[in-house]
């Protein structure tokens, strides 16, 4: 069984675009890539991770002067947070300082949520970048945190702190200001877990992911190739035990293409906007070429 012919490239169009996916998928990679793929379209681009830069350090290599980098640290966000709340940053300040008020502050629920998103808000309302990539927690986690404006709106009404929260997800969560990329394996078990996740984006947050990214896809190798490596195995020399060994990797890669194919049927069928495969590579892709792939349409 082949896998899927080459998709159509694909775009995204809104202005905050949120990358999640479980872990060890890929997921800092193809957001990265999906910055560049951007920035090369003619935007100015970030990718915003949060707390921890390094995984996205790693992806962009060199390729960190085509686009911004931003890392978004929690007590930075929380102090510049409170300031627009209590109109002074020197009194924020002065109060994420105060060990007593700092503990109770970082006891309210959801807030480290809240603060960071209220910087990638403030960030996109500086309208500095056409597109901000940001690197979201790993899937169920990625629910909470785009659950949490809506939830400090409902619960602290109109006050202060309800009214950013109606900001934040006016200004970058409700659909037309953000869509969200979920990154999945072309492993069958891995893809219906993804599967559900869209089905609780869709019904929890009233939208659907916009792109499924379905990593490492494993391509058949060409016909022909099995038969002549059969033919070569029956020598009894060097050649032969090579080509045994060969034929070994081509029966095992053909069952990893079935399982491919298997995975990106059971992907297309989710509800999505659009789902592109990506090729598996015998080392971890740099995001630029995680770029071209998506700006190509990639390969299945």
Known sequence: MTASPPAP???????????TGKGGVG????????????????????????DDGQAGARALGRDVSEIAHVVVIYDKALVEA??????????????VSQRAIRRMVRAVPALREFALLERVRALAAEHK????????????????????????ERFLGNSPLGNMGKSIHREIVAPGRAEIVVVTLAEPLVVKETEELCRRMRSELGIAPALVVV????????????????????SEDGVGAAARELLQ?????????EDT???????????????????DTPNDPVASQVAQWLSSGASG
Not at 249 to 257: D, L
Not at 264 to 279: T, Y
């Open 215 to 234: 990593n490492r896809t494993v391509v058949a190798d060409p016909e022909g190739a099995w038969s002549a490596a059969k033919e070569l195995s029956t």
């Open 129 to 152: 970048y056409q597109r901000i990539v940001v690197d979201l927690p790993s899937s169920g986690h990625a629910l909470d945190w785009l659950r949490v404006p809506k939830a400090f």
């Open 27 to 50: 997921k800092t990679t193809v957001a990265a890539g999906l910055a560049i793929q951007a920035a090369r379209a003619g935007q100015t681009a970030a990718l915003v991770e949060f």
């Open 9 to 19: 490239p694909f775009h995204l169009k809104a202005p905050v675009v949120f990358v």
């Open 261 to 279: 194919a298997y995975a990106f049927g059971l992907a297309r069928a989710m509800d999505a906007g659009h789902v592109m495969s990506l090729p």
């Open 82 to 95: 409170l300031a627009s709340v209590l109109g002074s940053r020197i009194l924020a300040r002065a109060i």
């Open 249 to 257: 990797i081509i029966e095992a890669r053909a069952e990893q293409a």
